[in-house]
């Protein structure tokens, strides 16, 4: 994630936060495991040449 979606995603959650706290808490919950997923699913970057052989 880059520091522009985390910063939408934490305003996002304080606007959340004001109007009702434990929606905010089950919303940061769900979105933390959607950061999970997408962070597992990218493919691993390459071994370095001396690790292949």
């Known amino acids: 994630m880059t520091v522009l979606e ?3 995603v934490l305003a ?3 606007g959340v ?3 009702s706290l434990p929606a905010a808490l089950i919303l940061a919950g769900v979105l933390g495991v ?3 997923e997408r962070h597992q699913a990218e493919p ?3 071994k370095p040449k001396e690790a292949r052989e």
């Open 34 to 36: 959607v950061a999970v």
């Open 44 to 46: 691993a970057p390459p």
């Open 6 to 8: 985390i910063l939408f």
């Open 12 to 14: 996002a959650l304080v």
């Open 17 to 19: 936060a004001m109007w």
